[in-house]
């Protein structure tokens, strides 16, 4: 099935988080081949098409599919047209990755889950965070015999978008779900692992604005809490987790670490991890180091994480999120604004 | 019952921690007079007496306040020790100051809360965070009319110490809380108000450590939440609170603020606070400052914060946790090892 | 001259720095399209052709400039190479923009200033730094009105490599001047303004690693230093400049600015900048800016700075450098190794 | 000529920096007894006997000395009269401590260092940055056999004032250079050595504030530079200082420390030192360590560091620069304003 030279990659959706950090990703990967490059917005396509002059382009994703040619499919739209595109690709035999959220329902996406099982093909969904050069570098602190088992966390994940509610969904609270909640959930997971049970509280704020409070006992015992909220002046994240061999490793946005406990007796010494000053490129936030992943699985015959699979997860526990949110009568305007 | 010149004072406990930041505290500030020192540890007694010269020294607190003379009463011990010393300077109409934790149980607190109220006398709990330079400069920005109101915070409090029960408790997790979930909790409320309802969840590092998360939701509707644990290798705390006008303020330990959000249209500019590069004494952490207004109050016969009464808000949470956290099975090791 | 589409472009050197961050750059700006590539070297070569389809490929430069069809040439290579490509590329009415350094001397660079002048082509040098995005806050912030002139400046510049002599210089001196210290220097004029005087002093580290500072003053009146070394065991940087109505702005490394002096009254407060969370791609170290501020020069038919011309001044400065450094009989290893 | 027990301390100076930070730093230090207090400011003498009740107290230093008593003299006035207190201390065996500047001269201080030596007295002036907790903390880095030998270092030091002349001495030059370029000067050797040669450049800001660049060379073959200015919002400091193997140590105030360099094959990962977030006192700043460091020669017959030998050498550094800046015609503005 996979072509001794090239992957041959179909592109859906070349809109601008396509543009700015998808398509150059895919540009960048050697082994890759974009051939096909699909929009129903023709400036974005024509604009795709002149940075990927051999590609055959597309308005729609079925025509894309149905020629056939290609091996992977990425996929950048909205929910709605990932699941359809995930489908008809899993249908078809193609190998499929789409940025988040997956669907919009959990049904949706046991769905999918289940076919790429029966399939096995590989599938991929875009929680670049935790693929970040920073966020791998935590997970190396966390993951040393040294650090011990970590027994606890705390996150807070600032967003200044979307505010209401988008992608047609009528639940301001859903969307929210599905824009942010999934990617601070997904990350949370990628460094305690799974999670047992989560009790959320969330508050509305002006103009269609949410603050969440999430927290979370781990499968493994550990506790953790996560403060998502739509409600800033523009993204930015922090993570603080303690091992029990009484080490701490902080993650201040996708730039600084700080690691204290694992340096012996020099009191108040810690480490700390810098980017590289002159670091160029779409490393850093996790988009290439993604997609090259996934493109390593796919060769390779294995999976790459999160799979669908493992979203199903994060989707259950969106879905404990918004039960108990909505039961609380003062919250019900957060869900259906 | 206030002489025209300095406040006559009596030093109840003359310890590590007296020694350290309480008497170098008194000893700076103008209007204030030591003039008497009780500890029935001889060597630390005779350390105090050695820098308050003019000072009557004392074994045992009674003996102190039978003979009279103070105006006001500092207290740095055990919680029983508070919680005695508290009550007979109350009943005698003395002034009293009380290092956390004033108590043991909420019923002693609340008497003493009862007896304060009754007398009008002036009481003080010693929650230093909330009075030490960074938290008032962050007060300063949250109050600004364009932050706009608070509609979340996250806040970790990371400590390495004490480890197990303490104080002869029998319990390490009413040690924990008595030791640091205390002056978290009232760092939250100083930030955001009064809580309404707390939901917590704990567990157990190895050596009697332990982690706990506790997600508020306060009175003004916001939520919250706090990750307070004991196994980690020193002292640290960050805390971030978002308002509902797009502003995020962040402290970071007790020297960096930063804040975003009010200045603009420049994009991804913020404003940072930090400490005088010289800075010496005992303002930094709060010490000097909360006997400062503790004395005002004295003079000005007004109250200063947190009362006796402000301080039962925090146990009556201090209970809600702890019954939360006990009828889970397997924490029953947290609440009696 | 131009045609009424896109700039078409030939891209002398694709080799790893041009791969990494020239060619992506190259890609991602619109109007342009690259439609000649040229290396020596087969696998650059190679790889080159695969990234951009429709690109003749050259092993010689000759070759391509004799062939024609470009409007403008990007030169990365050695500074002999950059030298006879610059040349060449002017004498057939090419524009071309080198990566530093231009040339070996500074014979050479007036040479090709003077042509250039007399051409009227535009002429680029790579000072990326001084085009990445923290540089250019720095700038808007120090042109601020309410800065004042700069009066002093301090700067560090440390990073840990080339060793010893590279581009068959037989000058380890030489070597480092025309690898670092022109960054350095043209990035203080960059900020600072012309230079009037240069004092140097340097030493020798272990394994041809030097330490240079450099001591200067501004046309303007005002005072800076500079302290350049390849004996780091890593790049980095950070530049002050104190204006002289008592504002300082700091550039740490290329991620954060901060800077004092311009909030009123709020002491101890200062602004801060941060780059996006998630910014991917080739601004944030100036290599996609300039090449766009290169190209909208070619279109617009202006200049771009900084010109040949401008970098003329910096090989005279390095040239009094080097005199200076040379004519103390400790250092003569240095010049010579 | 030492008492058994506690050394018995006249304190000549009780002004605003007398009362922040040397009284209670001496009130704070175990073994040592204030026994005189001395200041002609009536307001200023009547606190400081508040504060040591035990004290005599006098309007002029010699009555302070004639009465006899004192084991060691405490000064914090001008330089002027600190030279007439050391002369008269070292003439009647005292040993004394003074506050920078010592003089006003580097005749007077070096007649103070010749009187010193012959008497075999303690000396000691007050250059607490040398002292600072993060300074000490930075030396050991440097002393670290890892480290390797400093080869360069790059310094900045930012002040607000003083701005024009002070303590009449008719040179804005001269007044700042002993307000400030000392300090400067003093830290640069105490991490590197001593120096060799200085050359010097300075400009006048708006008010009379002065900016100056100074290069130095020390007797190690390493270099370095440091950028001194009054015309900063507030005081801040910074340097650097590189190691022949490839390590780097930066001081950022008085409370960041970081390193990079000695952790082995980590890429990126450096070291860092942050101050105890509780941290109180006046240990940071260095003002209790000197004078601890001073009390401990005294008591164990020996000298502490600098000296007034050790001054001696910054005065004469000061002279260098004062002769540079002044034979410029364009500065001659700076020295005579």
């Not at 209401?164 to 990350?187: I, V």
Request: proline residues 4%; contains cysteine; glycine residues 8%.
């Amino acid at each position: 099935m996979m072509p001794s030279s090239r992957v041959r990659v179909g592109v859906v959706g070349c809109g601008e988080h396509s543009a700015e950090s998808l398509l150059p990703s895919l540009w960048a990967l050697p082994s890759v081949q974009v051939v096909a490059v699909c929009d129903n917005v023709e400036i974005a396509l024509k604009r795709a098409a002149e940075k990927f002059p051999e590609a055959h382009t597309y308005v729609d994703f079925r025509g894309l599919l149905d020629v056939g040619g290609v091996d992977a499919i990425i996929a950048a739209a909205s929910p709605q047209v990932h699941h359809e595109v995930a489908l008809a690709s899993l249908q078809r035999g193609i190998h499929v990755f789409v940025e988040k959220p997956p669907t919009v329902t959990t049904v949706e996406l046991a769905n999918l889950a289940s076919l790429a099982k029966r399939t096995g093909l590989v599938t991929g969904v875009g929680h670049n965070l935790r693929h970040a050069t920073a966020s791998l570098e935590l997970q190396k602190c966390i993951a040393h015999e040294s650090f011990g088992s970590p027994i606890c966390m705390d996150m807070w994940y600032f967003a200044s978008k979307p505010v209401g509610d988008r992608w047609g969904l009528k639940s301001a609270l859903r969307s929210f779900l599905l824009s942010h909640a999934n990617h601070a959930l997904d990350l949370m997971a990628f460094h305690m692992g799974s999670v047992e049970s989560i009790t959320a509280l969330a508050t509305q704020g002006p103009q269609g604005t949410i603050a969440m409070s999430a927290q979370l006992e781990f499968k493994s015992g550990a506790v953790g809490n996560v403060l998502v909220t739509t409600c800033a002046p523009h993204f930015s994240l922090s993570l603080s987790v303690v091992g029990d061999q009484r080490t701490v490793a902080h993650m201040d946005g996708l730039r600084g670490l700080s690691q204290y406990g694992r340096l012996g007796d020099q009191k108040r010494w810690g480490r700390k991890w810098t980017e590289r000053t002159l670091d160029s490129g779409f490393e850093h936030a996790g988009y290439q180091t993604e997609l090259e992943l996934f493109f390593d699985a796919v060769r390779g015959h294995r999976q790459m994480h999160p799979t669908f699979e493992d979203e199903l997860a994060v989707y259950r526990l969106m879905d404990d999120i918004e039960r108990q949110v909505s039961s609380r009568a003062e919250m019900s305007g957060v869900t259906s604004r």
